[in-house]
């Protein structure tokens, strides 16, 4: 089970981190990911790790502003989000790949969790 937290309201040009933490099974085995969506919208890709957090990737729209990262010793997922827009508003989740290599695409993510919400405005 993945349980996201640290949403909340923050206003433009702020930041926060969203942890997501795994309760059953060790995190170190499986890549990685964020993912969002806005009211409307599908989900989309956010950024994403692998097993051993060596490698990472994120989406053009949130690239130098959001890092990801992780810590296997806590089996926690973080995403680090600077410099927030009023776009960036949306439901974020993470999400577990199928295998430790990275992985950017939704169908390739067998877990998911429930969402935590992140509202950028003034």
């Known amino acids: 089970e993945l349980v996201e937290s640290g949403g909340g309201l923050v206003q433009p040009g702020g930041s926060l981190r969203l942890s997501c933490t795994a309760s059953?099974?060790?995190?170190?085995?499986?890549?990685m990911g964020w993912f969002r969506q806005a009211p409307g919208t599908e989900r989309e890709f956010v950024a994403a790790?692998?097993?051993?957090?060596?490698?990472?990737y994120s989406a053009d729209s949130v690239k130098g502003r959001f890092f990801i990262s992780r810590d296997n010793t806590k089996n926690t997922l973080y995403l680090q989000m600077n410099s927030l827009k009023a776009e960036d508003t949306a439901v974020y989740y993470c999400?577990?790949?199928?295998?430790?290599?990275?992985?950017?695409?939704?169908?390739?993510?067998?877990?998911w969790g429930q969402g935590t919400q992140v509202t950028v405005s003034s």
């Open positions: 790790i692998s097993g051993s957090g060596g490698t990472t």
């Open positions: 059953r099974r060790p995190i170190s085995h499986y890549g």
């Open positions: 999400a577990a790949a199928y295998g430790a290599s990275i992985k950017t695409v939704e169908a390739d993510f067998g877990s």
